[in-house]
């Protein structure tokens, strides 16, 4: 038979083990509410003034477009997973990409989802430098002897020399 004391750390250690378990979800980006769903908006009848008032700033504004008189504001979403210790997970993603025409009408309305985004591959090279690497003590030494000596007793008028007002 266990004593209080063994069921006690037994329950704990139980919890704890449940909990490490248990995904934690965390939503970042735009937070649609009821009323407000970039989804709903209607290429008919909005304008940016519409959809300003409606749902607020966009997550991000286009910089580069195709076309010039194009203007498109994209809200974005997305819901992250992890358990425990493990790397966070993306559970749902969706963006909406709304495109104005010049005068600030909807003219097209884009839902995308976490199925439709691309792994990005980057490129892991460095720049090559001219001249030698110098090691922590050429650094450290490489200027003694360098400093001509009359610019050390301020008897010119140099920038980074010990000249000034009173040098002469």
Same mark, same amino acid.
């Given at each position: 038979? =266990?004593? #209080? ?10 919890? $704890? =083990? ?6 934690? !979800? ?7 509410? @009821? ?6 908006? #209607? ?8 959809? $300003?008032?409606? =749902? ?5 504004? %286009? ?21 425990? &210790? $493990? ?5 749902? /993603? ?27 591959? &980057?490129?892991?090279? @460095?720049?090559?430098?001219? *001249? /030698?690497? $110098? %090691?922590? !003590? ?6 003694? *002897? ?23």
């Amino acid at each position: 038979m =266990l004593s #209080n004391n063994a069921k006690t750390v037994a329950v704990i250690i139980i919890s $704890l =083990l449940a909990v490490a378990c248990n995904p934690i !979800l965390r939503t970042h980006g735009y937070i649609p509410t @009821k009323d407000a769903k970039p989804q709903e908006v #209607n290429a008919d009848t909005d304008t940016k003034a519409t959809i $300003l008032a409606r =749902l607020g700033n966009p997550s991000v504004k %286009s910089t580069f477009d195709e076309d010039i008189d194009n203007d498109t504001w994209f809200y974005m979403n997305s819901v992250r997973q992890r358990y425990a &210790y $493990l790397r966070p997970q993306i559970e749902e /993603r969706t963006i909406t990409a709304i495109s104005f025409n010049i005068d600030g009408q909807v003219i097209k309305v884009g839902k995308y989802g976490i199925e439709d985004g691309r792994y990005v591959n &980057y490129v892991d090279r @460095k720049t090559p430098t001219r *001249g /030698r690497e $110098l %090691s922590v !003590l050429e650094q450290i030494f490489g200027t003694i *002897g360098r400093i001509p000596t009359e610019q050390i007793g301020g008897q010119q008028d140099i920038p980074g020399g010990g000249g000034g007002p009173g040098g002469r």
